[in-house]
């Protein structure tokens, strides 16, 4: 039996203007940000969400930076602006659920 699994990804359709380190191209410290979601499928159903990758695209020359460890970079109350979607936990949730139903009944 052949089961369709793997990752993919979302973009969470928000962009925010940030100021931080200067881009190493020209110099100009405000960016762009934006970012997609990465979760876990079993036969295209979202099992559960894994990390979010930003992408930072200078405003001036346009260069596209990707960060993976995001909370060194970004201000931590920026990067809360780009919530998971709540979609993305209604398995784990279900899961918990129905493990716990086996418990107690
Ligand atoms: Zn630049």
């Known amino acids: 039996m052949i089961v369709m699994h793997g990752t993919k990804s979302l973009n969470l359709k928000k962009s925010i203007q940030i100021k931080i380190n200067p881009c190493v191209e020209c110099?100009?410290?405000t960016f762009i940000a934006n970012a997609i979601?990465?979760?876990k499928h079993i036969y295209f159903i979202p099992i559960f969400p894994q990390e979010k990758i930003f992408y930072?695209?200078?405003i001036k020359c346009q260069v596209v930076l990707q960060?993976?460890?995001y909370k060194k970079h970004l201000p931590q109350y920026r990067f809360r602006e780009f919530k998971t979607p709540?979609?993305?936990y209604?398995?784990?949730a279900l899961l918990i659920c129905f493990i716990l139903y086996g418990i107690f009944c």
């Open 37 to 39: 979601q990465l979760y």
């Open 86 to 88: 709540t979609w993305l």
């Open 90 to 92: 209604i398995f784990p």
């Open 56 to 58: 930072l695209t200078c």
């Open 27 to 29: 110099k100009c410290d």
């Open 67 to 69: 960060l993976r460890n």
